[in-house]
């Protein structure tokens, strides 16, 4: 695969996390990206204004790359996202057959935030250790200590009772 910029990309998707947040969803994005650089699909979190437990923004972006994009295609693509995908969404990346996928903060980073809050409560499994049992070498890159405070800002208050 070729080199990207990945900084410049999950900035991209911290800004669909604030828009995500401004239509009334948790504030989470991630987008795709073809072996040349170009965007092909933004995706916010929709599970509150669509009342949908699988309504996670990689999740939903995996659900709708899979209808435009070939597996093939998918194999060359980069999903970038503001945090390390839960399992869930590990799990629609590899059925998805998606060939990388880069996060800015952990999911340590986002029990920070959220603590014990019913609408997020997180799994403790990286996505790494989620990938290294299945039969396909998804690469994993993250996370960008750089970009955790970025990432972790749209957040501010939203998991506040």
């Not at 952990?106 to 996505?127: A, I, R, S, V, W």
Request: charged share 25%.
């Amino acid at each position: 695969m070729a080199e990207l910029d990945h900084v410049r990309y999950l900035r991209r998707s911290i800004e669909v996390s604030k828009l995500a947040r401004e239509s009334g969803n948790t504030p989470f994005g991630a987008i795709l990206v073809d072996a040349e650089g170009t965007i092909l699909l933004e995706q916010g979190n929709v599970e509150i204004t669509e009342h949908r437990c699988t309504g996670h923004a990689e999740t939903a972006l995996m659900e709708k790359a899979s209808k435009l994009y070939t597996p093939e295609q998918l194999w060359t693509f980069t999903l970038y996202t503001t945090f390390e995908p839960c399992a869930m969404c590990a799990g629609a990346m590899y059925w998805g057959n998606l060939g990388r996928v880069v996060y800015a903060a952990t999911e340590k980073d986002l029990l920070q935030l959220t603590g014990d809050h019913p609408q997020n409560p997180t799994f403790d499994m990286p996505c790494r250790e989620i990938f290294a049992r299945g039969q396909k070498k998804i690469e994993v890159i993250g996370p960008f200590p750089e970009l955790t405070e970025e990432a972790c800002a749209v957040h501010a208050g939203y998991w506040e009772r």
